[in-house]
């Protein structure tokens, strides 16, 4: 490269570095608000007008293990609260595990939660992984911070709510966190005029019996929580929320699912058992238990676009032999999660979705529970169905064929099958391939693909 060239270069160079630099403060601090604060720190670096800029950023995002002495985390945390502690706040993020160092019954974190509301702050996301996190109680003050507009906190108690004012909550994540009492949570999220979003997940030491949602806002709502199969509790999840579009359910332990005028539900992922299993089995002759059960299908009737769990398929197979299924009439997506080969229930279900065009087969596990058993053929034809995918990788077995042929032999206007070999397989995919497109299929235009 010539003299005058590599000058260009250099000069096109630093005219690029110098568009960065010419951006006013403001700006600068906003493109920093979403880096780690332990990386905006190290923009101090860069040039004198860098050193102190750290500073000024509206948002705190830190995790305890950034630094080598715990004290010296507390430190930090204190004098960024410290610093322009006239400015509004946009987030304070904080991860933080505190076993063996520090005292629980002394740590700040409630002093900096009082601090972070007078700030006005938006966003507040805090995991406390200590042993003994659940001794710290975050004070009230978080109740009446009508800045927030999300909440996520992970390990800790909250005090019950005697006033709460949240106009603007609009997310809320509550990760294995305790109330003081049973009414605090139901309070809470009643409480909040417009929240759409709540997860809430469960190690049902909160020694709540019955979890009420109740919000005319909530759009999506996440329920998830630890199982004990063989422990028979009565626990109840009740869910009143009209609006709501998009229902999570992954629990094994709660009794009853009780689902109140669910009008607008689109998308649900749904892995329950109404706490039934091996030794708590589904009685016919329980006649509350399968009206709740019965109720909670008709709830969930109206969704679009499903994710369903074979041990929740497997229960609705029990219901259906003793009364008949809803009709979901409105569903177009399926994706069903298998464990093993426990395909036996899925023609019962897939006859009471009539409109059903897409469905994806998924494995959550290859391990096997019981006997295999053959699938049963329907008692109508598939007639809407027209894309199947099968994640599971095929090995070529018997169950797995069986599975393929129902869908080939049974889909009046499928047009295509995708399938995939597993590995252990491939040099013998031609065995298997052979196998696979000599199954009778019912559609003529259907086209089985198979990825290798």
């Not at 992984?129 to 975050?138: A, H, I, N, R, T």
């Amino acid at each position: 490269m010539d003299e005058d060239r590599e000058k260009h270069v250099r000069a096109k160079g630093s005219d690029e570095v110098d568009w960065i630099s010419k951006l006013p403060d403001c700006l600068l601090c906003e493109v920093l608000l979403n880096l780690p604060t332990k990386d905006v720190v190290k923009t101090s670096v860069l040039s004198r007008r860098w050193r102190n800029l750290w500073k000024h950023v509206p948002g705190l995002d830190l995790d305890n293990t950034d630094f080598q002495e715990f004290n010296t985390f507390l430190s930090f945390v204190d004098s960024f609260l410290d610093f322009n502690s006239e400015s509004f706040l946009q987030k304070f993020i904080l991860k933080y595990d505190c076993d063996d160092e520090y005292d629980p019954d002394i740590f700040l974190i409630g002093r900096w939660i009082n601090t972070i509301v007078t700030r006005k702050v938006q966003h507040i996301d805090v995991l406390d992984d200590s042993y003994g996190s659940w001794e710290v109680q975050l004070p009230s003050s978080i109740y009446t911070c009508e800045s927030l507009v999300s909440l996520k906190l992970c390990g800790l108690t909250l005090a019950s709510p005697e006033f709460v004012s949240l106009p603007s909550l609009k997310v809320m994540d509550l990760i294995i966190t305790k109330f003081a009492d049973d009414m605090g949570l139901e309070t809470l999220i009643t409480k909040c005029p417009v929240l759409e979003s709540l997860t809430i997940e469960r190690s049902f030491c909160d020694e709540i019996e019955v979890l009420r949602v109740r919000s005319q806002s909530l759009l999506r709502f996440t329920h998830v929580a630890d199982s004990d199969e063989g422990v028979v509790e009565d626990l109840v999840v009740s869910i009143d929320a009209p609006k709501l579009e998009y229902l999570r359910l992954s629990d094994h332990r709660v009794a009853s699912f009780i689902l109140n005028k669910p009008g607008k539900l689109v998308k649900a992922d749904i892995d329950i058992v109404f706490n039934l299993s091996s030794v708590n089995k589904f009685n016919p002759d329980d006649l509350p238990k399968r009206t709740m059960i019965r109720n909670f299908l008709l709830g969930i009737s109206t969704i679009k676009d499903m994710i369903i769990f074979s041990s929740t398929l497997e229960v609705i197979y029990d219901f259906s032999r003793c009364e008949r299924l809803p009709l979901f009439r409105n569903l177009s997506v399926l994706c069903v999660e298998f464990y093993g080969y426990m395909w036996e229930m899925l023609p019962i279900f897939l006859e009471s979705c009539p409109n059903l065009k897409t469905l994806v087969v998924k494995s959550a596990s290859y391990q096997e529970k019981g006997e295999n058993i053959i699938l049963p053929g329907p008692r109508r034809f598939l007639s809407s169905l027209e894309y199947v995918k099968i994640e599971r990788p095929l090995k070529g077995e018997a169950m797995e064929m069986k599975l393929v042929s129902y869908l080939l032999e049974n889909s009046t206007i499928l047009k295509k099958l995708t399938l995939c070999l597993d590995d252990s397989v491939k040099k013998e995919d031609s065995v298997i391939l052979k196998e696979l497109l000599a199954i009778p299929r019912l559609s003529t235009s259907s086209k089985v693909v198979v990825l290798g």
